[in-house]
């Protein structure tokens, strides 16, 4: 059974509940999306002030972090606001520790049980770290509204024409297909994406900050626009980011309702949609 089709949800309306990991004893967590066959989670991950934890051995999990808010300190380095880390399953840390509190988006490609062993520092697949503010960003010419909008990407970890990768994307203020009519995209990867700031209209609604979308490969979608720019994290996975348009096109509407596509756990939702406070 694959990962559940999301297509979206505001983060905000989902309850906190406890961390059930060891690695991550203490926290609370936001599970966003989770594969019910190898146990791969995607989560929001509130560390408590003061927290900190004995490394344990390492995952069975690969782990991406990226930080939200406040600062987390992973093998003797700081991550910061909009600091992301990658770390290869069996991975220990030897200093884990959030001083005044972090949020951070957390990524497993399996149930991240600690006790697979360790990784050696400088073995294959070595950990790596980026701050998003120091990366630059690069345009992407394979959107037919990328050309024409300026949305622009900055890569973190891995390489979009090959496989797996976790991106950042922007796309600025007034942002909408010509005339307000396009196609919708087709991608052969499955994508997920967390919006970090701004607003992103589609015809289910208004995306806000917090909202997730997780989608499967080959599953149209758009078109899409934005009111004030906005800053989303990106992944693909399972295969190589290509795009596709379909041969009919929609109109973009400046407001929808909210109507999302939800797995039945999360259709609950629906009946008491998030709303952001204008003013």
Not at 44 to 59: E, K, M, Q, T, Y
Not at 83 to 91: D, H, K, S, T
Request: hydrophobic share 35%; charged share 20%.
């Amino acid at each position: 059974m694959p990962r559940p089709h999301i297509d979206y949800l505001q983060s905000q309306a989902l309850p906190w509940q406890l961390s059930p990991w060891s690695h991550l004893r203490g926290c609370q967590i936001k599970p966003l999306s989770r594969d019910p066959d190898s146990g791969a989670v995607s989560l929001i991950v509130r560390f408590p002030s003061g927290w900190s934890a004995a490394a344990p051995d390492g995952l069975g999990a690969s782990e991406e972090l990226f930080v939200l808010d406040g600062l987390l300190e992973l093998d003797g380095c700081r991550y910061g606001q909009d600091c992301y880390g990658c770390f290869p399953a069996g991975w220990r840390h030897a200093v884990r520790s959030a001083a005044d509190g972090a949020v951070a988006l957390a990524f497993y490609d399996a149930e991240p049980v600690a006790g697979a062993g360790s990784v050696t520092p400088g073995a294959a697949g070595e950990a790596s770290r980026a701050d998003a503010f120091e990366r630059r960003w690069t345009e992407d010419r394979t959107s037919l509204e990328v050309g024409a909008n300026g949305q622009r990407w900055k890569l973190l970890h891995g390489d979009p024409a090959r496989g797996a990768a976790t991106l950042l994307i922007s796309s600025p203020a007034h942002m909408h297909p010509p005339g307000w009519l396009g196609p919708q995209e087709i991608h052969g990867c499955a994508q997920e994406m967390f919006v970090l700031s701004g607003d992103v209209l589609c015809n289910a609604g208004r995306m806000a900050s917090g909202a997730y979308v997780w989608r499967p490969p080959r599953v149209a979608h758009g078109p899409y626009g934005s009111r004030g720019g906005n800053l989303a994290l990106l992944r693909t996975h399972g295969a190589a980011l290509t795009t596709d348009y379909s041969a009919h096109e929609l109109t973009l509407e400046r407001t929808s309702d909210y109507q999302p596509v939800l797995p039945t756990e999360l259709r609950t939702l629906l009946n008491h949609p998030w709303r952001a406070q204008r003013y």
